[in-house]
C-alpha cells in the first residue's frame, strides 16, 4: 500500500486546505502566498461553478501534502456555450517535491476527466514562478506534455481559446506576459 492517498477533498478538509495555501509560498519576481480565508470552498466558487479538489494525504499522519483544483464554468468556445476546466491552487509540502505525487495526482484528474470530460482546461503561471514553469511543462514522468498557445491580455480573461478550437483533451496554461499554452494529457 502506498504511503500517500489521493481522494477529492470535503467540507470537513476545508482547514487543512487552507494551511496547505498559506504554508506554500510561490517564488518568482514577487514571492505570493495566495488565500481562502474563511473558507477554502466557499472562496473557490468565484473561480468556478463547480469546484473538485484533488488532496494527497499522508497516510501515517493525516496530514495534506499537496493539493489542486479542478474547476468548471461556463464559457463561449468555438460558436457554444460549453463547460471550461480551470486548474488551479497547486500546492505540494517542499519536502516531497521531486517525488511522483504530482504526476499521480494528474492521473487522478485523468480519471475526474474521464468522468465528466471538458473540452479544454486552462492553468495561470505567475510570471517568474520558475518551480512551476520547471514542473509543468517538461512532459516527464506522467506530466502532460505543454505547447504554446500566446499570450494573455489580463490573469481573468484568457484571449487564446480561439487558437485552440478542436482542441479535445487539453488544457490552455498561460501567465500574463510569456506562458500560454496547452497540455495534452
Not at 474563511?38 to 488532496?55: L, M, T
Not at 495534506?64 to 457554444?80: E, T
Not at 490573469?155 to 500574463?176: M, T, V
Amino acid at each position: 500500500m502506498s504511503r500517500f492517498l489521493f481522494s477529492l477533498s470535503e467540507e470537513e478538509d476545508d482547514a487543512a486546505l487552507r494551511r496547505r495555501m498559506s504554508q506554500d509560498i510561490m517564488q518568482g519576481n514577487i514571492s505570493v502566498s495566495f488565500r481562502r480565508e474563511p473558507s477554502y470552498f466557499i472562496g473557490s466558487r468565484v473561480q468556478g461553478e463547480q469546484v473538485q479538489v484533488i488532496k494527497c494525504e499522508e497516510r501515517s499522519s493525516g496530514r495534506i501534502v499537496g493539493m489542486g483544483a479542478r474547476m468548471m464554468l461556463p464559457a463561449w468556445i468555438n460558436g457554444s456555450t460549453q463547460h471550461l476546466g480551470y486548474l488551479a491552487d497547486l500546492r505540494g509540502d517542499p519536502a516531497y517535491r521531486g517525488s511522483t505525487l504530482l504526476a499521480r495526482g494528474y492521473q487522478f484528474l485523468r480519471q475526474l476527466h474521464e468522468d465528466d470530460p471538458v473540452p479544454l482546461y486552462y492553468s495561470l503561471i505567475l510570471d517568474g514562478n520558475r518551480l512551476a514553469l520547471d514542473n509543468l511543462t517538461r512532459a516527464r514522468g506522467g506530466l502532460p506534455k505543454v505547447s504554446g498557445y500566446g499570450a494573455y491580455a489580463d490573469a481573468g480573461h484568457p484571449s487564446g481559446f480561439a487558437e485552440a478550437q478542436g482542441a479535445g483533451d487539453r488544457y490552455l496554461c498561460g501567465n500574463r506576459k510569456a506562458f500560454p499554452a496547452a497540455v495534452h494529457i
